[in-house]
Structure formats: structure tokens, C-alpha cells
């Protein structure tokens, strides 16, 4: 009895004698497999003592093929393979009739080698029966490796099975998965949420020396952030020692999150010492956790923090013994750049509450420097930003090129001069009519309330057809990514831009800012008579000095303030020197 065969032996009867083969019953009842495939495979079966056709696995698989080959001098053997598939697969769908079937061929991970189109959702199986024989199919996780990294391409295969149903794309992802599973086992990575800025950028040293191109490199690369995301969404517990976070997992309150916004994770790879990265992630752990915060403002600060440990770390340096030298040769390198006050104060700031957060942890004895020392006066400036009327007028000439979602996204812009987050967060249920008036209620994301406004009749007639054919319910949004979620202001921002560089807005010269147009609605309001607390409310800010910033063009408001005052009887500086001249 072959060596192989043994751990195929079923167990034998009370007497010793081994049971008694099933396979020429099986085999009969197939008949998806007939012929010369068949015979071929029923005498392998036999010589290796195999009892059922239940036990037929990729192994097994893998020395049929060996036997084809060394035995019966068959070289190309992929339709007697195909046959041993066939037959594998009619018997997990026998099996899956029956609750102990079920158990038996359960998609588990165990010391076992796994096989695609051996999964027991058969249906899902055959999709990937036509690149059954790429090595991407096979998943060996009887390699010696840690169980945690076994475990974690575990989950992000399924992940991707279950995610990526387009052929060429599922077979990026599978196989750039593998390469990582590859290098994570011969790097000796345990891990795969804790790899760090140094280890990633090795394994992208490791696909060049596999692929043959810059864009295939491309195309298997976003497999490893595919598989930290899948692993960091799926365990029990979240990992705050993982070096990115994704947020999703947080389950943060709607007030502090952005869905339109470009915030999805934090990272900490660029941090290369372990010691500065570990104090960066306590340091998030507190911001994200306790102090309510909203993402973007928890980000931005952060991302000053950052900048400061890696630089800290170029200079093999750690955040728990900085010095005031060193803190102050790194503010003065910020001073050359040449940042705006209030840029610069907010990462001196932030920087700040960083190393108070350490004193307080008892990590340092005090702060390496005294923030009031080395900031900065701001002097207000205003900017005008207003959009020239006669680029409204050519964009609303050439905005039926644009697709439909992006027309009417626009036009929430240049009619109510919302901020584009509000735009691309706007749900089926934004609009109503009351009377012979037309309303819209918005949830501001940077202030944390709704609020609600008129609008134009012809914006909401619109927009009733837009939700009509769409098939747009209360709770949707009403203008999405590819996902489903929010659409993304930044891909607006970009779409806009590119539609106004091909259309030549204002000669080539326009830049779209989506900003821009909520100044302009707030000037031609005030322009029109409304008052400064009106044009506040409408624009849904808390303090007249914000809504001040937005009201551009006041020396054209002042002038005609002047040309009616004099335009008075009694004003006019002729009168005035009519009177002069009769008294004098």
C-alpha cells in the first residue's frame, strides 16, 4: 500500500478487514463523467484504496495528476482532471443534501490545502471553473507560519470571493493575495496589521521581482490594503495596535463623520520607530474615543503630528526624550516654509496636545516647548471669491454636456450655495412643498444640525424627476459612488475641474472651486437688500463674523450705497453748493 494511500485508508471493521469500496457505485450514479476519464479515474481511486469519492481533495488531485503523467505517460492532462473536478463536485453537492454533509464540507481554514472550485456554495465554485488550473485557485495553509497571518488570508479570501465577481479583477486581487501570503511567510510577517511602512515598501521590491510590468505591479499591490481592511473589519476586537485603521470598523456617531469626505483611514506606516509610532496611536485612540471630535478636525491635527514624529525619526530621535533644541530647530523649519499663520498655529497646537497628552500618561516629565513663544499674529484678510457672473452664465450654457448627477449637483451649488459635502450627502426626503413654496432641509456636517431653506420652484420640479428616475427612496442618497455610499466630494471636485479645463470655461482660465459658489450666493443676497442676519441663516452659520467672510465686493456695495444716498433730495453735493452760494 502506498504511502499516500494511508492517510486515505477509511476505518476498518471490527473484523480488521477495511471496508468495502463505495467508489464503483459513485462513479456509476456520476454522470457527468463518462468514458476513458471515467476508467482512467476509477482504477487511480482503487490503487490508492480510496472508499468513497468523499474523500477526493486537491491533494489527492495534485497525485493523480503526478499519476497520469509518471504511470500512464499522459502529459496533457487537463481533461482527465477535469473529470476528477467533476466528480468532486457532484460529491460535495451529494453531500450537501444532508446536515452531516454539510458539516463535512464546510469552507474552513484547518491545517488543509483549499480548493476553489471545491467550495461547498457550488454556484460560486463554478464561476471560477474556467481558470480552475491557475495557481491563484489553491490555498495551502499547511505551511509553517504563524496561525494569526494563516488566519487573516483566511479572511481576506473570502472577502474577496464574496466582493469581486468581475473575472479580471477577482484574479488581480487572488493573486496579489497570494504573493503577500508568499512574502509574509518567507519575511517571516506573523501579521499582517502590523507590517509596517518598511515591510510594505519590501513587498512592493517583492512584486517587482515577480511581475513583468509597472502596471501589473499596479494592479496586485492594493491587495495588501485590501487584506488589512478586510482583517481590521473583521475581528472580534478592534486593533488599535494595527498600523492603518479604518474607520468603518469605529462605528463612530453620524455628527462626526463626513460620508462624502476623503477620510476613510488612519495610518501610521509612515512612522518608522515603533516606540514614536505606538505613543501616535494611544494618542488616537484618545482622540477618536473620547473626545468627540469630529474625523476631519481629529485628521488634520494629526496629520501635523506626523509630519513632526517622522521627521523626529529621520534624526533617530523619540517623541518621550525630545528636547526643546530639537523642538525648536523643527518649529523654525516650518517658519521657512512659509505657511499661513493659521495653518501653521493649528500644527503647533496640535503638536502640543500631543506631548500634554504624553505628560498626562506619564510618559514625559513636562512639554518640550512653550507654544505662546513661537506662534504666530493672525491679521484677518478677506478674499474675494465670488464667481463672475459671466462664468455662471457659460457654465449654465454648457452644463447640459455634463451627466445628469453631475448637473444637478452643480446647480445646488450656483442656486443655494451649499457646501459641497452638503450636496453630496442630500437623501430622497431634502425636498418638500408647503403651499406655493419650496423647501429643502439640509444636515450641515461642519456645524451638526440641519437646516432649512427655500429654494426655486424649477430646482424642485427638477429634482422630483431626478428621484422618479432613479428610483430614489427617502433614506437614499441621492447621488452615490460606486459603492453605494455618499459621492465623494473630492471625485466632484475633480470631475468639475477636468469638464471646465475641456470645455475652455472662461478661455481655459476658470478654475472650478465648488467654495466659490457659496460666496456668491451670500453677495447677491446682501447685494439684493437681505440683511447680514438673513443671509447668516440662510447660509446656516452661528456667527455674523463668518457669514461677514463671504460677502464679497464690498467697495462695488459701498459705491452704490453712496450713489443712493446722494441721489436724495437734499444730499447731492450740487444742492450743497447751491446752498453755499445763497448764504454766502
Given at each position: 500500500?502506498p504511502?499516500y494511500?494511508?492517510?486515505?485508508?477509511?476505518?476498518?471493521e471490527q473484523?480488521g478487514?477495511?471496508?468495502?469500496s463505495?467508489?464503483n457505485?459513485?462513479l456509476?450514479?456520476?454522470?457527468?463523467v463518462?468514458g476513458?476519464?471515467r476508467n482512467?479515474?476509477k482504477r487511480?481511486?482503487?490503487?490508492?484504496?480510496?472508499h468513497s469519492?468523499?474523500?477526493?481533495?486537491y491533494?489527492?488531485?495534485?497525485?493523480y495528476e503526478k499519476?497520469l503523467?509518471d504511470?500512464?505517460?499522459?502529459q496533457?492532462?487537463?481533461?482527465y482532471l477535469?473529470a476528477?473536478?467533476?466528480?468532486?463536485?457532484y460529491s460535495?453537492r451529494?453531500q450537501m443534501q444532508?446536515l452531516a454533509g454539510?458539516?463535512?464540507?464546510?469552507w474552513?481554514?484547518?491545517?488543509q490545502v483549499l480548493f476553489i472550485?471545491?467550495h461547498?456554495d457550488?454556484?460560486?465554485?463554478m464561476?471560477?471553473d474556467?481558470?480552475?488550473?491557475?495557481?491563484n485557485?489553491?490555498?495551502?495553509f499547511?505551511?509553517t507560519c504563524p496561525?494569526?497571518?494563516?488566519?487573516?488570508?483566511?479572511?481576506a479570501?473570502?472577502?474577496m470571493i464574496?466582493r469581486?465577481k468581475?473575472?479580471?479583477?477577482r484574479e488581480?486581487?487572488?493573486?496579489?493575495?497570494?504573493y503577500?501570503y508568499d512574502?509574509?511567510?518567507e519575511?517571516?510577517i506573523g501579521?499582517?496589521g502590523k507590517?509596517?511602512?518598511q515591510q510594505?515598501r519590501?513587498f512592493?521590491?517583492?512584486?517587482?521581482?515577480r511581475?513583468?510590468?509597472t502596471?501589473?505591479k499596479?494592479q496586485?499591490?492594493?491587495?495588501?490594503n485590501f487584506?488589512r481592511?478586510?482583517v481590521?473589519l473583521?475581528?472580534e476586537?478592534?486593533?488599535w495596535?494595527?498600523n492603518?485603521?479604518?474607520?468603518?470598523?469605529?462605528?463612530?456617531?453620524?455628527?462626526?463623520v463626513n460620508?462624502?469626505g476623503?477620510?476613510?483611514?488612519?495610518?501610521?506606516?509612515e512612522i518608522?520607530?515603533?516606540e514614536n509610532r505606538r505613543?501616535a496611536?494611544?494618542?488616537?485612540?484618545?482622540?477618536?474615543?473620547?473626545t468627540?471630535l469630529?474625523?476631519?478636525?481629529?485628521?488634520?491635527k494629526?496629520e501635523g503630528?506626523?509630519n513632526f514624529?517622522v521627521w523626529?525619526?529621520e534624526?533617530?530621535?523619540?517623541?518621550?526624550?525630545?528636547?526643546?533644541?530639537?523642538m525648536?530647530?523643527?518649529?523654525?523649519?516650518l517658519?521657512?516654509k512659509?505657511?499661513?499663520?493659521?495653518?501653521?498655529?493649528?500644527y503647533l497646537?496640535g503638536?502640543h496636545?500631543?506631548?500634554?497628552f504624553?505628560?498626562v500618561?506619564g510618559?514625559?516629565g513636562?512639554v518640550p516647548f512653550?507654544?505662546?513663544y513661537y506662534?504666530?499674529?493672525?491679521?484677518?484678510r478677506?478674499h474675494?471669491?465670488s464667481?463672475p457672473?459671466e462664468?455662471?452664465?457659460?457654465?449654465?450654457?454648457?452644463?447640459?454636456l455634463l451627466?445628469e448627477h453631475?448637473?444637478?449637483?452643480?446647480?445646488h451649488?450656483?442656486c443655494?450655495?451649499?457646501?459641497i459635502s452638503?450636496?453630496?450627502?442630500l437623501?430622497?426626503?431634502?425636498y418638500?412643498?408647503?403651499?406655493?413654496d419650496a423647501w429643502?432641509?439640509?444636515y450641515?456636517?461642519?456645524?451638526?444640525?440641519?437646516?432649512?431653506?427655500?429654494?426655486?420652484e424649477?430646482?424642485?420640479?427638477?429634482m422630483q424627476?431626478?428621484i422618479?428616475?432613479?428610483?430614489?427612496?427617502?433614506?437614499?442618497?441621492?447621488?452615490?459612488?460606486?459603492?453605494?455610499?455618499?459621492?465623494?466630494s473630492?471625485?466632484?471636485?475633480?470631475q468639475?475641474?477636468?469638464?471646465c479645463?475641456e470645455q475652455e470655461?472662461?478661455?481655459?482660465?476658470y478654475?472650478f472651486?465648488?467654495?466659490d459658489y457659496r460666496?456668491?450666493?451670500?453677495t447677491m443676497l446682501?447685494d439684493?437688500?437681505v440683511s447680514l442676519?438673513?443671509?447668516?441663516?440662510?447660509l446656516?452659520?452661528?456667527?455674523?463674523?463668518?457669514t461677514q467672510?463671504?460677502?464679497?465686493?464690498?467697495?462695488m456695495?459701498?459705491?452704490?450705497e453712496n450713489?443712493?444716498?446722494?441721489?436724495?433730495?437734499?444730499?447731492?453735493?450740487?444742492?450743497?453748493l447751491?446752498?453755499g452760494?445763497?448764504?454766502g
Amino acid at each position: 500500500m502506498p504511502a499516500y494511500a494511508l492517510q486515505w485508508a477509511g476505518p476498518r471493521e471490527q473484523d480488521g478487514r477495511e471496508p468495502p469500496s463505495l467508489v464503483n457505485e459513485e462513479l456509476e450514479a456520476c454522470t457527468e463523467v463518462q468514458g476513458v476519464g471515467r476508467n482512467k479515474l476509477k482504477r487511480f481511486l482503487l490503487e490508492m484504496r480510496v472508499h468513497s469519492i468523499a474523500e477526493m481533495d486537491y491533494p489527492l488531485r495534485q497525485a493523480y495528476e503526478k499519476y497520469l503523467k509518471d504511470e500512464q505517460d499522459i502529459q496533457q492532462t487537463d481533461r482527465y482532471l477535469l473529470a476528477y473536478d467533476r466528480v468532486k463536485q457532484y460529491s460535495i453537492r451529494q453531500q450537501m443534501q444532508t446536515l452531516a454533509g454539510r458539516q463535512q464540507c464546510r469552507w474552513q481554514m484547518g491545517d488543509q490545502v483549499l480548493f476553489i472550485p471545491y467550495h461547498p456554495d457550488q454556484a460560486l465554485a463554478m464561476e471560477f471553473d474556467s481558470v480552475r488550473n491557475k495557481s491563484n485557485m489553491v490555498w495551502d495553509f499547511t505551511r509553517t507560519c504563524p496561525l494569526t497571518l494563516k488566519e487573516q488570508i483566511f479572511t481576506a479570501l473570502n472577502a474577496m470571493i464574496d466582493r469581486f465577481k468581475e473575472p479580471r479583477r477577482r484574479e488581480q486581487k487572488l493573486t496579489g493575495l497570494q504573493y503577500l501570503y508568499d512574502f509574509c511567510v518567507e519575511a517571516g510577517i506573523g501579521d499582517i496589521g502590523k507590517m509596517d511602512g518598511q515591510q510594505t515598501r519590501q513587498f512592493e521590491s517583492y512584486l517587482d521581482g515577480r511581475t513583468n510590468s509597472t502596471s501589473r505591479k499596479e494592479q496586485l499591490l492594493p491587495s495588501l490594503n485590501f487584506c488589512r481592511k478586510a482583517v481590521f473589519l473583521q475581528d472580534e476586537e478592534i486593533r488599535w495596535d494595527a498600523n492603518v485603521w479604518y474607520l468603518e470598523r469605529l462605528h463612530l456617531p453620524k455628527n462626526r463623520v463626513n460620508p462624502s469626505g476623503p477620510h476613510s483611514s488612519i495610518s501610521f506606516l509612515e512612522i518608522a520607530d515603533a516606540e514614536n509610532r505606538r505613543y501616535a496611536q494611544e494618542y488616537m485612540k484618545y482622540q477618536v474615543g473620547i473626545t468627540g471630535l469630529a474625523v476631519s478636525t481629529i485628521i488634520t491635527k494629526y496629520e501635523g503630528i506626523r509630519n513632526f514624529l517622522v521627521w523626529l525619526c529621520e534624526r533617530g530621535g523619540a517623541a518621550a526624550g525630545c528636547t526643546a533644541g530639537q523642538m525648536d530647530e523643527y518649529i523654525r523649519e516650518l517658519q521657512d516654509k512659509r505657511i499661513i499663520a493659521k495653518t501653521y498655529n493649528e500644527y503647533l497646537v496640535g503638536i502640543h496636545q500631543f506631548f500634554r497628552f504624553l505628560a498626562v500618561r506619564g510618559y514625559i516629565g513636562k512639554v518640550p516647548f512653550h507654544l505662546e513663544y513661537y506662534q504666530k499674529k493672525m491679521l484677518p484678510r478677506h478674499h474675494d471669491r465670488s464667481v463672475p457672473a459671466e462664468v455662471c452664465t457659460e457654465m449654465l450654457s454648457k452644463l447640459h454636456l455634463l451627466p445628469e448627477h453631475l448637473r444637478c449637483m452643480y446647480l445646488h451649488l450656483w442656486c443655494l450655495g451649499l457646501r459641497i459635502s452638503e450636496v453630496c450627502t442630500l437623501k430622497g426626503n431634502a425636498y418638500s412643498m408647503e403651499g406655493q413654496d419650496a423647501w429643502i432641509q439640509v444636515y450641515q456636517i461642519k456645524m451638526k444640525n440641519y437646516k432649512r431653506i427655500p429654494i426655486a420652484e424649477g430646482l424642485y420640479r427638477i429634482m422630483q424627476v431626478y428621484i422618479k428616475r432613479h428610483g430614489i427612496g427617502p433614506d437614499d442618497y441621492l447621488f452615490t459612488n460606486r459603492d453605494g455610499g455618499a459621492y465623494r466630494s473630492a471625485t466632484f471636485r475633480y470631475q468639475m475641474k477636468k469638464f471646465c479645463q475641456e470645455q475652455e470655461v472662461e478661455g481655459g482660465e476658470y478654475l472650478f472651486q465648488s467654495h466659490d459658489y457659496r460666496h456668491t450666493v451670500a453677495t447677491m443676497l446682501y447685494d439684493s437688500g437681505v440683511s447680514l442676519q438673513g443671509v447668516r441663516d440662510y447660509l446656516g452659520h452661528n456667527y455674523e463674523e463668518m457669514t461677514q467672510q463671504y460677502l464679497d465686493y464690498m467697495p462695488m456695495k459701498i459705491a452704490k450705497e453712496n450713489e443712493e444716498f446722494f441721489r436724495q433730495p437734499g444730499n447731492s453735493l450740487a444742492s450743497c453748493l447751491k446752498e453755499g452760494g445763497k448764504d454766502g
